[in-house]
Each structure stands twice: as structure tokens, then as C-alpha cells.
């Protein structure tokens, strides 16, 4: 097996924004912190939670360089250089390298999709050009196409390509993906609900949305499975399953977004087209998080 640049749980992290819409230095800062302190396992940033398609370079490198700085050295952080456009890819994997980066996170390409040979030829054309590890992201329901079994075999044989967030919600997809990689892929669970029954599969961890409000949790979740402690793994998978239902009741990082505000640790504003979450979910979302003391 590719060594996994990490093994445990990973915060997929929101960027937080002003209330005049500009990124807000400050609570990025606090949030990472929050997250050191719960001992989480590696940080994403600039992934689908993290908006990253509304990002100027300049924002991007921002993000970056903060993460960088207020990781410490103490554990990955992983930039999302995904793209519909190779070059375009390629141009934000060569940028996360240079800031320092440990990894990468690419998403199949979206809106136009491509061949699974077209797959293979995007995802070797951006490993060939910069030397950072690469996870690859399969999310369908967001792309609109599915990485195949067969495709990720293929993309186990490049050396720079060290894992891939399985995030179609199909444990029989994620079975047989490790079945094809024979141990030479390292499998992420994208999906919160899921976490246990991918890791019991043979994921070797998650990169989870629900670790913003919950990271403690999340993270003793992902060590229970990597332990075989399962009836402390089954326990704590049902325990965040009510707040994981909230946190995706409306397009992700909506809620989550909303959760980290309502819990004062960022401001409640997102870039165009999203935007705030609305009633009845705001309201469900609320008395969620009093009842698990959070507010």
C-alpha cells in the first residue's frame, strides 16, 4: 500500500468570511486551533466544505499560508486543487506545493465530464506536473460521474497518487474499489454516515464535515475503527448519525456553516450562490446543538 499521508480523521474545514464578505484571517485561525486541541489528524483545506470555487489565487494563497502557520508542523494540511480544467488543476497543485503543503485533495473534474480514460490522463497529467501527493475525490453527487473500480486501479499504479476520498454513498462501490486496488490505494471515507462502515471495509480513515462542530468525537470515532474497538465505533457513529443528518438537511457547508456561527466561532456568511440556511432546518439545527450542549 501507497503510504497514507494520514491515518485517522481529517476536518474537511469551512472558510470563514466577514460580514463584508472578505476572508476572516482571525477565525480561520481559531478554528484550526480548535481543531489542534482536539488532536484531530490532518486538516483539508480548500476542499467542497472550505467553497473554494469562489477563491481568487490571491484568497487561495491566504488560506494556505494561515493553515500552514497555524498547523505547526503538528499534522498535514491538505489543499483541494480540484478542477474541471487540467490546467487549471495543475495550476493549483503547483501553488499548494510551493506554499508548503503535504498534500493534495483533487475531485473528479465536473460539468464537463470525462471518459474514465479521460480520467486517468487528467489525474497523471497533474501528478506528472507537481510532485505533491495526491488524493483523489469521487463525489457523483456533486460531479455527476463515477470513478470506477477498474479506473482506480489504474490510478493505484502512479506513484504520486497516495489515496482516494470514496464519497458516493455506496458501500458496494467502496467494497469493490478496495477489492480492485489490492491494498495499493488508500481509502478515505467521504461520507459521515459511513464512517464505520467503510473503515470496517478497510478505509484507512475520513475527511469528514462533521469534525468542524464535533472533532473530538469524530476523532475518537475513527480511532475506535482503526483500533477494532467496534461496539466503541458503533456507539459513537450513532451518537453523531442525528447531527450528521442535520449538517447535510440542506447543500453542505450550509449547515455547517450556520453550527460553527450559532456556536460563535465564525460568522454565519457564505458566497454566492449559497446561502444561509433557512427555516424549518435553521430552527432543528438549533435545538440539535442545545441539546447536545453545544450552545
Do not use: W
Not at 484550526?32 to 472550505?50: E, F, H, K, N, S
Not at 466503541?232 to 447531527?243: G, V
Request: glycine share 8%; aromatic share 4%; proline share 6%.
Amino acid at each position: 500500500m501507497s503510504s497514507p499521508l494520514f491515518t485517522g480523521c481529517a476536518t474537511a474545514l469551512v472558510t470563514p468570511f466577514t460580514r463584508e464578505g472578505v476572508l476572516d484571517e482571525s477565525a480561520l485561525r481559531r478554528l484550526i486551533a480548535r481543531q489542534l486541541d482536539a488532536g484531530i489528524d490532518a486538516l483539508v483545506l480548500l476542499g467542497t466544505t472550505g467553497e473554494p470555487c469562489t477563491l481568487s489565487m490571491e484568497e487561495r494563497t491566504r488560506v494556505i499560508t494561515i493553515g500552514l502557520e497555524a498547523a505547526q508542523n503538528a499534522l498535514p494540511v491538505i489543499v483541494g486543487t480540484g478542477s474541471n480544467d487540467t490546467r487549471r488543476a495543475v495550476e493549483y497543485a503547483r501553488q499548494a506545493y510551493a506554499l508548503g503543503a503535504q498534500g493534495q485533495l483533487c475531485v473528479t473534474p465536473y460539468y464537463n465530464k470525462a471518459t474514465q480514460d479521460g480520467l486517468v490522463r487528467h489525474f497523471f497529467t497533474i501528478a506528472d506536473s507537481c510532485p505533491l501527493p495526491m488524493i483523489v475525490y469521487n463525489v457523483p453527487g456533486r460531479t455527476g460521474m463515477t470513478l470506477t473500480p477498474e479506473t482506480a486501479a489504474s490510478l493505484a499504479g502512479h506513484p504520486g497518487i497516495v489515496g482516494l476520498k470514496e464519497a458516493s454513498g455506496d458501500t458496494s462501490l467502496a467494497a469493490r474499489i478496495l477489492e480492485a486496488t489490492q491494498g495499493h490505494l488508500p481509502l478515505f471515507c467521504g461520507n459521515d454516515d459511513q464512517i464505520l462502515p467503510l473503515m470496517a471495509l478497510g478505509a484507512v480513515g475520513a475527511i469528514s464535515v462533521v469534525s468542524n462542530v464535533l472533532p473530538a468525537q469524530t476523532h475518537a470515532l475513527t480511532r475506535a475503527c482503526l483500533s477494532g474497538c467496534l461496539e466503541q465505533a458503533r456507539a459513537a457513529q450513532l451518537a453523531l448519525l442525528p447531527l450528521i443528518h442535520a449538517l447535510f438537511s440542506q447543500v453542505s457547508p450550509i449547515p455547517v456553516k450556520a453550527a460553527l456561527s450559532m456556536m460563535g466561532l465564525c460568522e454565519d456568511v457564505l458566497r454566492l450562490p449559497l446561502t444561509p440556511m433557512e427555516e424549518p432546518q435553521r430552527g432543528k439545527l438549533r435545538e440539535l446543538l442545545v441539546r447536545q450542549k453545544l450552545l
